[in-house]
């Protein structure tokens, strides 16, 4: 079946030649504009918009083209979201491969590193190389990236350094980088120790 501001069956091609001319009117259409337009005697444009019911096809037409213009919207916004979904694999797989290069190049300069061989890279390199390699694994996998820190009990970060631990394992620390301390028992003072006199091997004064 026709659509309804299509031609009729029971609609000659005069009368449905009035109402084309009518629905392009636009906004400002008139059953006199049309009259004028076609030459036609005003009571029979009357005629045929009555008969053929010309304002429902109109509103007909407006709605059908609402709706052809929200699915080429549509089209265009789901060809649009499969671009860019394209495009994040495309990023997540340069971002993989060059964590796995940058995972290769830390290997290879530890391992230099750790075998005393001729290296340019030393364990902070290294460490950063390895940070690099973590974010960027960690992006094209969709994990988050942040860097969480923790408070000590002076108020301050406590750091979580990879470099230190390294240092730890492999060499001397470096200047302003966490290392182990051991925490010895206070010294008692002179005048306590002499208030208290020898001990005797059991303990007793």
Known sequence: MPLMFE????????????????????????????????????????????????????????????????????????????????????????EWEMHEKCIAAARRALTAFMEREKVYANLADIARILEVASKLGR????????????????GGPIRIELTAALNKIYGDPLPGEVVDVEVSAPAVPAR?????????PGGAK
């Open 7 to 94: 031609q009729l069956p029971r609609e000659s091609s005069k009368a449905f030649a009035a109402f084309t001319a009518y629905l392009e009117l636009g906004p400002q259409r008139s059953l006199a504009a049309v009259s004028q337009k076609l030459a036609k005697a005003l009571p029979t444009i009357k005629d045929w918009s009555a008969k053929f019911e010309w304002p429902a096809r109109v509103a007909a037409h407006t709605a059908h083209m609402a709706s052809v213009e929200r699915a080429a919207q549509e089209t265009e916004l789901r060809a649009k979201a499969a671009e860019w979904l394209q495009r994040q694999i495309d990023l997540k797989e340069r």
């Open 139 to 154: 992006m094209a996998s969709g994990l988050a990236t942040e860097t969480v820190e923790h408070t000590g009990a002076d």
């Open 192 to 200: 306590l120790e002499c208030e208290r006199g020898p001990q005797s």
